[in-house]
T-cell receptor, first 114, second 109 residues
């Protein structure tokens, strides 16, 4: 998985509780991304980061916030989890210093909101 | 909206046959294109990348790109049961990656 870990790998929580997912990379890549994957929707971008403290919204950012205080860590927070946020969450990294660079994915976190 | 469209399938082929997967994209500014393979319960894994018009071959895999038609395809020759997975097409533009919903491929022994 190209030096990317995600924690936790599985989580069950209740509606209304805060949840934080962590992505950690050892590749020193500049770009980090959070996606969610749901049947029939494919991979949808939630937020991404292009450097420490530099983040931007993706296609489905409502209800999510992110932080990146170190190059290697990118945190995704659900401030008040809802059942619609039940999904598989993937972190990805990319260097993009060359036009031929691509993304590499972490192992994923399966989140269930009851 | 930078869309990537794929036939969702499912696509079934017999072992040893050629599997053909297709993808179209809407953003003419996209320069880089990728095919990922995703096994059930696993994360996407890059199998091919292509950046210029024409064919690119890697083992049993051939990616084809036609920028004029905004079309990308993946051919898998001598398909094996281990190729059974969902295949995701993706494009890159503006530091973001755009994914299709995936095509499910089953290779029947």
């Amino acid at each position: 998985d190209a030096g990317i870990t995600q924690s936790p790998r599985h989580k069950v929580t209740e509606t209304g509780t805060p949840v934080t997912l962590r992505c950690h990379q050892t590749e020193n890549h500049r770009y980090m991304y959070w996606y969610r994957q749901d049947p029939g929707h494919g991979l949808r971008l939630i937020h991404y980061s292009y450097g420490v403290k530099d983040t931007d919204k993706g296609e489905v950012s409502d209800g999510y916030s992110v932080s990146r205080s170190k190059t290697e860590d990118f945190l995704l927070t659900l401030e008040s989890a809802t059942s619609s946020q039940t999904s598989v969450y993937f972190c990805a990294i990319s260097d993009l210093r060359k036009s031929t660079d691509t993304q590499y994915f972490g192992p994923g976190t399966r989140l269930t909101v009851l | 909206q930078k869309e990537v469209e794929q036939n969702s399938g499912p696509l079934s082929v017999p072992e040893g046959a050629i599997a053909s997967l297709n993808c179209t994209y809407s953003d003419r500014g996209s320069q880089s294109f990728f095919w990922y393979r995703q096994y059930s319960g696993k994360s996407p894994e890059l199998i091919m990348s292509i950046y210029s018009n024409g064919d690119k071959e890697d083992g049993r895999f051939t990616a084809q790109l036609n920028k004029a038609s905004q079309y990308v395809s993946l051919l898998i020759r001598d398909s094996q049961p281990s190729d059974s997975a969902t295949y995701l097409c993706a494009s890159e533009a503006g530091n973001q990656f755009y994914f299709g919903t995936g095509t499910s491929l089953t290779v029947i022994p």
